[in-house]
């Protein structure tokens, strides 16, 4: 694995306590992108740090030997920590309680430890609230952004926008701009190789 030198650089919330939580914790990190499902970018990872400042701790092992209904109370509680409190606190509670039981509590090693892109993608893609998708982003993310290179990791990592390549607040409002073009061409591609109905047929008088 190469190890590229360089400073996490994620203003990703607008919120600088935000930011830097998600930029330098592992967990925070996962935990943020856990999160961001249908809502705002900046909501999403302000999260860790909603969490940390409810529960006490964003340490994964300790959230993990928590009552689950301490920590769903904790995003349920106003202003809630997403449109789904309920679902999404039982996510990031496995996702805290998977890191502790297979990393030892410690998220870094999921792409230290990795021995190419493609183990790394299977290991996010195993994680709770991640999927395929989700997996490729983070390997564009953990390797962009904190210079962790596994081999192959160029042909891994997404080709359309993702936060992988935002560093600033001026590059975030660009990746939601084209995110939102992203995903209205791929609606509109959906749409035109979707077979027309046809009409129904009409029954004799």
């Not at 993702?162 to 992203?182: F, G, I, N, P, S």
């Given at each position: 694995?190469?190890?590229?030198?360089?400073?996490?650089?994620?203003?990703?919330?607008?919120?600088?306590?935000?930011?830097?939580?998600?930029?330098?914790d592992?967990?925070?990190?996962?935990?943020?992108?856990?999160?961001?499902?249908?809502?705002?970018?900046?909501?999403?990872?302000?999260?860790?740090?909603?969490?940390?400042?409810?529960?006490?701790?964003?340490?994964?092992?300790?959230?993990?030997?928590?009552d689950p209904?301490?920590?769903?109370?904790?995003f349920?509680?106003?202003?809630?920590?997403h449109?789904?409190?309920?679902?999404?606190?039982?996510?990031?509670?496995?996702?805290?309680?998977?890191?502790?039981?297979?990393?030892?509590?410690?998220?870094?090693?999921?792409?230290?430890?990795?021995?190419?892109?493609?183990?790394?993608?299977?290991?996010?893609?195993?994680?709770?609230?991640?999927?395929?998708?989700?997996?490729?982003?983070?390997?564009?993310?953990?390797?962009?952004?904190?210079?962790?290179?596994?081999?192959?990791?160029?042909?891994?990592a997404?080709?359309?926008?993702?936060?992988?390549?935002?560093?600033?607040?001026?590059?975030?409002?660009?990746?939601?701009?084209?995110?939102?073009?992203?995903?209205a061409?791929?609606?509109?591609?959906?749409?035109?190789?979707?077979?027309?109905?046809?009409?129904?047929?009409?029954?004799?008088?």
């Amino acid at each position: 694995m190469a190890r590229v030198t360089t400073t996490p650089q994620m203003d990703w919330t607008g919120n600088p306590e935000a930011d830097h939580l998600v930029s330098t914790d592992p967990a925070a990190l996962l935990i943020g992108f856990c999160l961001d499902q249908q809502v705002p970018v900046e909501w999403a990872f302000m999260g860790p740090l909603k969490v940390q400042e409810r529960l006490g701790t964003i340490d994964p092992t300790r959230i993990a030997k928590m009552d689950p209904g301490e920590v769903e109370g904790a995003f349920r509680t106003p202003p809630a920590l997403h449109r789904y409190p309920g679902s999404m606190a039982q996510r990031v509670y496995a996702l805290c309680t998977t890191i502790a039981n297979d990393y030892g509590g410690d998220a870094s090693r999921i792409w230290t430890e990795a021995k190419d892109a493609r183990d790394l993608k299977k290991r996010f893609a195993a994680l709770p609230g991640f999927g395929d998708m989700k997996a490729q982003i983070m390997v564009g993310v953990v390797s962009k952004q904190l210079g962790v290179r596994c081999a192959g990791w160029e042909e891994i990592a997404p080709t359309w926008p993702t936060l992988a390549d935002v560093h600033t607040t001026a590059e975030r409002e660009e990746y939601q701009t084209q995110k939102r073009a992203y995903k209205a061409k791929l609606r509109a591609e959906a749409a035109e190789t979707k077979p027309a109905r046809s009409a129904p047929a009409r029954g004799r008088r």
